[in-house]
């Protein structure tokens, strides 16, 4: 596993908000003042018709004085992509389905530059201040090592490729200017509190807060054959389909005590989970001394993006502001672990390392696309996800390319999973 070589809980750890640099949009200021912010800082992009992507542009539009849109990236949705371009006029978009390249270089305004491919979203990672990988699942890897490896903040929306590419992200984090500022709520909340309240040796634990989603408080018995309707219906957030259901499942929560680990060098026995139906409070830190700082603002996930794209200054627009006078109760309870399996999947895969949180998300991408396509019921996802860690046979990863590998042999031994463990459609 990859260890992480500064102190826990840094009030900017390494990598994830330190020394500023030109390339993210900021300059040296004089000495002992803080640095001066470039202006306008040039964003990029990548999944920019997702949920997470039209947010962002949301708030790039609240201050386009400070932001400019110079690189746009989508994986088909070449009609949307388009219209972003019409209205923003970056000086690139990308399509990752290649077919697609065509249709998109006739739809976009003359003079834009129209890149395809894997390499093309990568590309579009290379560039501005800031880049925002917003990609869903493992495919976003590739444009997490791009933005790093070319010295750029990463607003890293994708945390599935931390989670299975963590070693060899962890490396191309080194590279002399980049950085990563999270974007899940959850982790842009503790990165704000690790700033607020200090860290090292004073962090006793990160407290991670999860909705419960749509079958809080539910019987197992009665979920074995929910619908996808009811699976995708969150109570609080609007996301993608993906995470939705990862939501429902809290395999999400597994995936972020995985992704605060890395983040963060928490060991995994100070990280806790606690269901908080209000999504108000996003995540604490305790310290030492018993105090505890908290992050607190409405289910509005503009309130997180804009946090990472303007590192280290905040917004001038309040998204997600609290009305404190009608706030009322804040309730807090443990998950149910019986119900919910796949907090405990993801918490025991992390702690094994290595290559088998590759696995552990590969299973799940795999069960999860399943359970969309009606092939096995929303009980047969921890089942498939198990089946597939327990099958683990990849060595200790040198490259990209061992991540890429193991990735694939994960997904094939999850097919087999719920081709045994399916149902007709």
């Known amino acids: 596993m990859t260890q992480r070589t500064a102190e826990v809980g840094d009030p900017l750890p390494p990598g994830a908000g330190g020394v500023p640099s030109a390339a993210r949009g900021l300059q040296a200021g004089p000495a002992g003042a803080d640095p001066i912010e470039v202006s306008p800082i040039e964003v990029s992009i990548v999944g920019s018709t997702g949920s997470i992507g039209i947010q962002a542009l949301d708030v790039v539009a609240t201050d386009p004085e400070r932001f400019r849109v110079v690189a746009l990236a989508a994986r088909r949705s070449v009609e949307v992509l388009a219209t972003q371009a019409k209205a923003l006029r970056p000086d690139a978009v990308a399509v990752a389905d290649t077919d697609m390249a065509r249709a998109l270089a006739a739809a976009v305004p003359k003079g834009t530059e129209v890149l395809a491919g894997e390499e093309g979203l990568c ?163 305790e310290f030492t001394d018993g105090a505890t700082v908290a992050q607190l603002s409405l289910p509005d996930m503009r309130m997180p993006i804009g946090y990472a794209l303007g590192y280290p200054r905040r917004l001038a627009h309040a998204f997600g502001a609290l009305d404190w006078s009608v706030l009322g109760r804040l309730d807090f309870e443990l998950p149910d672990r019986a119900v919910f399996r796949c907090l405990e999947l993801a918490e025991a895969a992390g702690r094994a390392g290595g290559l088998v949180p590759a696995w552990l998300n590969a299973g799940n991408e795999v069960a999860v696309a399943a359970f969309l396509e009606h092939r096995i019921t929303w009980g047969a996802i921890a089942p498939v996800v198990a089946e597939t860690v327990e099958r683990f046979d990849s060595p200790a990863p040198s490259s990209a390319g061992d991540v890429v590998e193991a990735d694939r042999r994960a997904r094939l031994r999850a097919e087999e999973a719920v081709r045994r463990l399916g149902r007709a459609a």
């Open 123 to 285: 590309e579009v990672a290379r560039r501005g201040h800031v880049v925002l990988n917003a990609a869903v699942g493992f495919a976003g890897l590739p444009v997490t090592l791009a933005a790093l490896e070319s010295g750029r903040r990463l607003a890293l929306a994708n945390k599935e490729s931390l989670i299975a590419g963590a070693p060899v992200v962890q490396r191309a984090r080194r590279t002399p200017g980049a950085e990563i500022v999270p974007v899940d709520s959850e982790h842009c909340a503790l990165h704000q509190c690790l700033r607020a309240g200090g860290g090292g040796p004073e962090v006793r634990r990160l407290v991670l807060t999860a909705s419960g989603g749509p079958f809080r408080g539910r019987h197992p018995d009665d979920l074995e054959d929910v619908g996808v309707d009811e699976a995708l219906a969150h109570p609080t957030w609007r996301m993608g389909p993906k995470v939705t259901i990862d939501s429902s499942t809290l395999m999400n929560k597994g995936l972020e005590v995985i992704e605060a680990h890395e983040l963060f060098g928490v060991d995994y026995d100070r990280i806790t989970v606690v269901i908080h139906p209000q999504s108000v409070v996003h995540s604490m830190v």
